[in-house]
């Protein structure tokens, strides 16, 4: 075992050798920043050992990268790279830390830190014959708010919580709720969750409600994939009957729990001081969570139960945070535009943006907004599985020994999660592969292989040999089975490229009809935000070359990371954003593509060229 | 099997023989008045026989004397005495029926039944791909009220309902929340619950809320009594654990469900037509029954953790009406002033009477109310178990076979429930035999049983033979052995006069405390309220021939019969009252009597003296 101390805070971990120091961090309760969980491929998490303490140490090759000679000599790594052999100390870097304690989010502001969960210390004046206030009145005639209502399970054992406190407490209100009375003052210690339900992956941050803070954040894959991959397949068997229906809620239940144990287990926080949790996800994730039948939101008129945000106690849906915490689902926008659109809406203020801002939030479905002029304008479609690995031949999820990113000069170059050797190809992977094999014409314009000799000898030769004719059509070798993963070559196939074609031509065309709606034309778009661990990940060039997006100089694309999840931990941490939220859902104005012609058009279009 | 056809209404049931036509008319679903729940001692319950169906037939010697000859000449009987051997047809008082259908009590005027479960028959518009709104917002939007909140159960099947209903729907409202939402139009069967838990006996009333009227009603014995005959030692039982705590909460709802189960099987409602129950019970039976732990209500200072209305899904407590259905608990006073009190007052409009009203109300534990000068002043003593034949050596229940009157001339004469052999004495059979006994000299002003031969030469032969010497002290003899149900003579000890004294005693001393408080004398109170079972049989000359109520002109003393069960009635009938009974909680003044000296002193007093 060794000790790792972190300066400034004086906090400290004992863990195992071969521990990396973001592992210490997070056993010691300390904030690192990072945002690829410590794989060493965001180079944020940086941190400083004194030389004298430092064991003789590589970065891989990735990560180095991420540090300049002059952090390297006076010792800075990065902290998930760095592994523990004895005793350390560890200088965290101090306006980070210091700006992670004051906010939770870059967009959050401290001052806006202004949960609906507040504890109030309390000492109540005993009970006796001629005082025989009922338990209950005692305590809320102590707070500020006398219309606090009475929750039944706090009551229930509330008789012996004052007397083994002797009417010291502590009362946990959210808003005119009671939730907790607990013993003694515990006000230093009060936390929320920060869900994101993706159809393929949740994602559950866990918050300091009193410094705004995330203290651990965790992903895990939706267990409802046992029952279908996409919404449709999981609507349809929520369909056969309530079992089906309870057996979807119980599954994405349990993947919660399981988290939330997790991050319990890391940061010493227990379930009970977890007083409330912000779910956001699709209209589907939400009905299914929540435990409503989804089952007219699969067949047109797409028609959702409810779009209101929902409030329910924790113990009600079996979430294993404080039983009589709330749960709050924020509000949906119609069938396909969810309370995660929502959030992103919230996260990334559109609606206070100047200008023009078209947000994409791109997974299974793509969900557009356009704000401007007064007016949020939404749309989604069926962006197809292309962007999620799925119905691309060797195409896979973000993860370890994806091909992320595609340089085609003299050969192919790929970038790989992980740095690792290669085992198929992920979305973003896939638009920059094709963005360069049109840039370089390995495809045409029209989406077609080059087969052609004329085409052919256009190529460098170590490309041109990696097209060839397969029995089912033609395919581009990306990496050569000896320097992958499985050994297996890694290829894009004719079929490939038009699976893409078609999920780009539904999106490129959604956001035309939302143009149109509008009355703007691409050059009247100030900014594009490009949302979702997908958006974070994409090249905007090559988003930008394949006509995924609307032809906007490069400058005006930015990546805003997982905006819903960001959403979701606004609405945690201020109730004036949680307000807000509703006010977005109900202001957003829906545009149903199903039912306009100009869609089948554009989107006719858009399919057919790479541009 | 007979059928018996019921006119006006020619509503029918088919009976087995011997059945009695009380019977068939809750078979029926017929309403006949009673308050004896069918003992023939009430006579309430009168219907007319055509003479040519009539079998032969001859009334109970004790049911006869409600009929007159012009009655029974004209086929009168009383509905629980008349036993069904053939198909009859049977007219019911139509006054009194057309009455009862108005109103469920004398109390409620029909004008005052505006209960808050209200049925709303809705044909909503079908939704399209240009009509998106979502499931829910489109019932609610129909609505009168938009403030309706989302209820997440009845949202739970809310699609299908609506499409196999084909959007024809009925919403079910209590108050601004959904109960419900049923296929096609169901206004006409709409129910509600009142029940009255006592420490003893629960009561259970199953009202038809259009109408105002009770369908059917029943009462068992208090399933807790398992765990201790008292509030004192069910609290102690409680205070054992929260596993003893679930055990008490759920012994009373399981009763309350096989109760129910009986009412609906009755009247062939189902139980997700009950939408809305209204219970009251002494202040521990209400913290039992919603599953708060009662322990500091047994010792001083007797603090109770609640005091006001609750409300809770009936769904929470396991309670069989529809889940989603509240069950409202009335607010209770003090420790010992609940809202079985609470519901007295507002049965029988305490508050609103002119001049000065005592209402008392006796069982295990006596609440008294002194209400006027715009006051309304409570408290509460242990009236000792004497009442409810309890620690009286020969007592028992109300029940069949219990001596429940008595005089005293030149011997002893009974009146016995059931017009049986008696079996034992009951709590007003008790002070109408001490109060026999004062005055025939059996007994002297002091309470001592006649001894000396000179007070006994003053009673008749037959009267004096039945005092005795046993080794447990003097006994007089109610009834020889010969003619008891068990064959053992039926005795009042010594010791069952001192009980009694103790029981009148408290009670007598806690209504001179409230006088004292509202500063008047026994000739300021224009009226004294008998309530409860115990208050409906008592005979009121004894009562005040005993001194357990103040010296008052008899016509003054007044039995309104289960003023509890018809307040939980009035609270389930009208929004008004229930908001009534929170208000007459608030503005009641506790008078703890352990605190006062006053009391000390004319409990010592009052219970010394018979008179």
């Known amino acids: 075992m060794a000790k790792v101390t972190f300066l400034p805070s004086f906090k400290t971990a004992e863990v195992s050798d071969g521990s990396t120091i973001f592992q210490a961090a997070i056993t010691a309760g300390v904030l690192i920043e990072s945002t690829c969980s410590g794989r060493g491929t965001c180079g944020k998490c940086k941190v400083q050992i004194p030389r004298e303490q430092m064991d003789s140490f590589a970065h891989s090759e990735g990560a180095e990268k991420f540090l300049s000679d002059t952090e390297l000599a006076a010792g800075w790594v990065l902290a998930c790279q760095y592994k523990v052999n004895s005793d350390v100390t560890v200088v965290l870097r101090e306006e980070r830390d210091a700006h992670e304690r004051k906010t939770a989010l870059n967009r959050v502001h401290a001052d806006e830190i202004r949960p609906s969960i507040k504890k109030y210390p309390l000492t109540l004046t005993k009970p006796s014959v001629h005082d025989q206030t009922p338990d209950w009145e005692r305590v809320r005639s102590a707070l500020p708010n006398r219309n606090i209502s009475f929750n039944l399970l706090t009551a229930a054992n509330l008789a012996k919580v004052l007397r083994q406190a002797e009417f010291k407490i502590t009362a946990v209100l959210d808003g005119e709720s009671i939730v907790a009375v607990e013993q003694g003052n515990t006000v230093e210690r009060c936390y929320g969750l920060a869900v994101d339900i993706g159809t393929t992956t949740v994602v559950v941050y866990l918050l300091d409600l009193n410094r705004g803070a995330v203290l651990a954040s965790s992903s895990v894959t939706n267990p409802q994939r046992l029952f ?76 959702p139960v409810f779009r209101q945000a929902i409030q329910v106690e924790a113990r009600e849906l079996g979430l294993n945070i404080l039983g009589t915490g709330k749960v709050i689902v924020l ?42 002029k007064q007016r949020i304008l939404t749309c989604s479609t069926a962006a197809g599985p292309a962007f999620e690995g799925a119905e691309i031949r060797c195409g896979m999820r973000a993860a370890e020994g994806a091909i992320e990113g595609v340089t085609i000069k003299d050969d192919v170059q790929l970038a790989v999660i992980g740095n690792t050797l290669p085992s198929g190809i992920c979305g973003s992977g896939l638009i920059d592969a094709i963005a360069e094999m049109a840039r370089s014409g390995v495809v045409s314009l029209t989406g077609r292989l080059a087969g052609t000799s004329d085409q052919l000898k256009e190529l460098p030769p170590s490309v041109r040999r990696r097209l060839r004719r397969t029995d089912q059509g ?40 939302l143009m149109g709606e509008m009355g703007i034309t691409p050059e009247d778009i100030d900014r594009i935000l490009l949302a979702g661990a997908f958006g974070n990940y994409i090249k905007k060039e090559s988003a930008l070359q394949i006509g995924l997006l609307p032809p906007v100089p490069a400058e005006r694309v930015r990546s805003v990371g997982n905006a819903a999840g960001d959403g979701a931990k606004l609405a945690l941490l201020s109730t004036h954003e949680r307000m807000r939220s509703s006010a977005l859902a109900d202001q957003a104005e829906h545009v149903e593509l199903s039912t306009r012609s100009d869609f089948q058009e554009q989107f006719v279009k858009a399919l057919s060229y790479l541009r």
């Open 228 to 303: 279908g991959a996409d919404v449709i397949s999981r609507i349809s068997y929520a369909a056969k009957g309530s079992i089906e229906l309870k057996q979807l809620q119980t599954a994405v239940i349990k993947g919660l729990n399981d988290t939330v144990s997790k991050l319990c287990a890391n940061t010493g926080v227990s379930g009970n001081e977890i007083y409330q949790a912000v779910v956001v996800g699709n209209t589907t994730m939400s009905h299914l969570f929540v435990g409503i039948d989804p089952t007219y939101l699969a067949p047109a008129p797409y028609i």
């Open 331 to 372: 509000p949906n926008v119609a069938g396909y535009v969810g309370a995660d659109t929502v959030a992103v809406m919230l996260a990334t203020k559109i609606d206070q943006l100047p200008g023009i801002t078209l947000a994409i939030d791109i997974g299974t479905n793509g969900e557009m907004i356009l704000a401007g």
């Open 474 to 513: 033609s395919e581009f070798v990306l990496a050569w089975g000896e320097a992958t993963a499985t050994g297996e070559d890694i290829v894009l196939t004719q079929k490939d490229v038009r699976e893409l074609q078609l999920a780009k031509g539904a999106i490129r065309a959604g956001i035309h009809v």
